[in-house]
């Protein structure tokens, strides 16, 4: 069945950056596109972007343009995303979804990553 | 942006009963609305898309109507398992914006 598998838990300091990978199985990578979302403590979730696995084509939420990065691996069918310059206010859950198209509905998740950023 | 209200943010009720959960947008997204089901330290499932067309393997307990900015989540018969938050999605725009969530909890 189709699996999206995330990294386990980091913990960073403010000002660095953090790559979390999502692994996906069960399903033609190339063929869906992957977006990534985040629930920090409290607040909803987030769109922050979203990334074609056929031709790397990426679309960011105005919000993290700049400071997100999408990227795919096609050889390990596994997608990255990295967030650069860390804040307090990054601390969340953060969530891969596979995505048909822009903009669409996310019919399956992985099962989140947790980021804290503390000094 | 849209804006997306859910109500109520949580709700309480027997197996057996049936419960609805409205969803408001601020603006008309047609029939572009998702619902899921999220359970503590579980992916979210998806439920529903384009406001009733039902994912295979959610039970048809489940059923969603409206389309404009007002729609609805509707769970018969409810059983302990549905236990859960709901969260509608819209897809109209590139924001995929949420709602806050609903808490369902079974008595």
């Known amino acids: 069945q189709v699996q999206m598998e995330q990294s386990g838990g980091e913990v960073k300091r403010p000002g660095a950056s953090v790559r979390v990978s999502c692994k996906a199985s069960g399903y033609s990578f190339r063929h869906f596109a992957v977006s990534w979302l985040r629930r920090a403590p409290g607040q909803g979730l987030e769109w922050m972007g979203w990334?074609?696995?056929?031709?790397?084509?990426?679309k960011y939420a105005q919000k993290f343009q700049g400071r997100v990065t999408l990227t795919t691996d096609t050889s390990t069918n596994t997608a990255y995303m990295e967030l650069s310059n860390l804040r307090s206010d990054d601390t969340a859950v953060y969530y891969c979804?596979?995505?048909?198209?822009?903009?669409?509905?996310?019919?399956?998740w992985g099962q989140g990553t947790l980021v804290t950023v503390s000094s | 942006d849209i804006q997306m209200t859910q109500s109520p943010s949580t709700l309480s009720a027997f197996v057996g009963d049936r419960v609805t959960i409205t969803c408001r947008a601020s603006?008309?997204?047609?029939?572009?609305l998702a619902w899921y089901q999220e359970k503590p330290g579980r992916a979210p499932r998806l439920l529903m898309s384009e406001a009733s067309a039902l994912q295979s393997g959610v039970p048809s307990r489940f059923s969603g109507s409206g389309s404009g900015t007002e729609f609805i989540l509707t769970i018969s018969n409810l059983q302990p398992d549905d236990s859960a938050t709901y969260y509608c999605?819209?897809?109209?725009?590139?924001?995929?914006?949420f709602g806050l969530g609903t808490k369902l909890e079974i008595k």
């Open positions: 979804a596979r995505e048909t198209s822009l903009p669409y509905f996310f019919d399956k």
């Open positions: 990334i074609s696995a056929n031709n790397g084509f990426t």
């Open positions: 999605q819209e897809y109209k725009t590139y924001s995929h914006t």
């Open positions: 603006q008309s997204i047609s029939r572009w």
